[in-house]
């Protein structure tokens, strides 16, 4: 593990706890809250002017630093708004990708310009998928190229604030809040007070107390995945079952991997556990000396390993997509609240 690994390790395993660290980083956060909270006052008082698009904006985001889930989360809501009758895009910052000017994300899109996650979300949601790390301008850029959207997803961004929002979605996973503290003593961006719309907690128990540290009435989601395909012919599909008893080896590049790892152990799996850092370019083979039948990969790494001619065609690899279940009650009240948004 690279040492900027083992203080992103450190930090994590810090931040879910009042311990020694995070009390001698107290100090810090709360000059961090000082600036953050200045910020958003100065945008909500005009100061720092915000950008408005002429179709509903919807943001998915997160306090807790790292991922929660937003994908999943943001191509369900795009399914669920054209299901409804909207036509919807997404924008994004396309972390990962190069590049800061607004362009279009295609299906045969190179990771290395537009990011992993918007590429996965262009190929799993149908939708127009614009990248740019101004908001404002991807969304004009959007319109521009698809007049027929009328209600843009953003992918994160919930704190670019340059960007104006009509409706606000915070997510939560299983390690709520932490130990409740802002940067760099814990792992909040954000107080959880902040206002929002809707919350959800991606975990697979909504028990109480975690309600209670997160705010609102969250809604629960589940991420569902009972299938593998393979990265070099997807349409070879076996149930996860099928491994059982196999060397298996399960690698994970997203902002936590034990939230997949604990997908597969809850299938019956036994493996040895990889985990990377998020988004992480596999341009240096990390299977190259694993000893394993097979290697169960997220959706996330498989867009940027079938782009590798050193990993494609790798057998061993084979892709668990996974499938976000929501009460469809959220759906309902985002699609109300866009309907009563008049366009500008």
């Given at each position: 593990m690279s040492k900027n690994n083992s203080l992103e390790a450190r930090l994590t395993r810090a931040w879910l706890r009042r311990g020694p660290l995070a009390c001698a980083l107290w100090p810090l956060s709360l000059l961090f809250r000082a600036l953050a909270a200045l910020r958003a006052v100065l945008y909500r008082a005009g100061v720092l002017k915000a950008g408005r698009?002429?179709?509903?904006?919807?943001?998915?985001?997160?306090i807790f630093i790292g991922g929660t889930g937003k994908t999943p989360l943001t191509i369900w809501l795009a399914r669920a708004l054209r299901e409804a009758g909207f036509r919807p895009?997404?924008?994004s910052r396309g972390h990962g990708g190069e590049g800061d000017a607004p362009r279009a994300v295609t299906l045969q899109s190179d990771t290395r310009d537009v990011g992993d996650e918007p590429l996965l979300i262009a190929r799993r949601a149908g939708v127009p998928v614009v990248v740019g790390r101004k908001r404002v301008e991807a969304g004009r850029a959007l319109l521009a190229a698809h007049p027929e959207v009328n209600v843009i997803l953003t992918d994160d961004g919930l704190q670019h604030y340059a960007l104006a929002?009509?409706?606000?979605?915070v997510l939560f996973d299983g390690r709520g809040v932490g130990n409740g503290w802002l940067l760099p003593a814990g792992p909040l961006r954000e107080p959880p007070s902040r206002r929002r719309d809707f919350t959800v907690i991606n975990a697979p128990e909504l028990t109480p107390g975690l309600a209670r540290a997160v705010g609102g009435k969250p809604f629960?989601?589940?991420l569902v995945g009972e299938v593998a395909e393979r990265l070099m012919d997807p349409g070879q599909r076996q149930p996860l079952s099928?491994?059982?008893?196999?060397?298996?080896?399960?690698?994970?590049?997203?902002g936590n991997p034990g939230r997949f790892f604990a997908l597969l152990q809850g299938a019956g799996l036994a493996f040895a556990e990889l985990p990377l850092p998020d988004h992480y370019d596999f341009r240096d083979n990390p299977f190259a000396s694993v000893d394993a039948?097979?290697?169960?990969i997220t959706e996330k790494d498989a867009v940027k390993c079938g782009q590798l001619e050193n990993l494609k065609g790798d057998p061993r690899l084979w892709v668990v997509p996974v499938t976000a279940r929501i009460d469809a009650a959220l759906a309902e009240q985002i699609v109300e609240k866009c309907r009563g948004r008049s366009p500008a």
């Open positions: 698009l002429p179709v509903p904006v919807i943001v998915v985001g997160n895009g997404v924008i929002r009509d409706i606000e979605i629960r989601m589940e099928a491994f059982a008893g196999q060397r298996v080896l399960a690698a994970a590049g997203i039948d097979v290697i169960l």
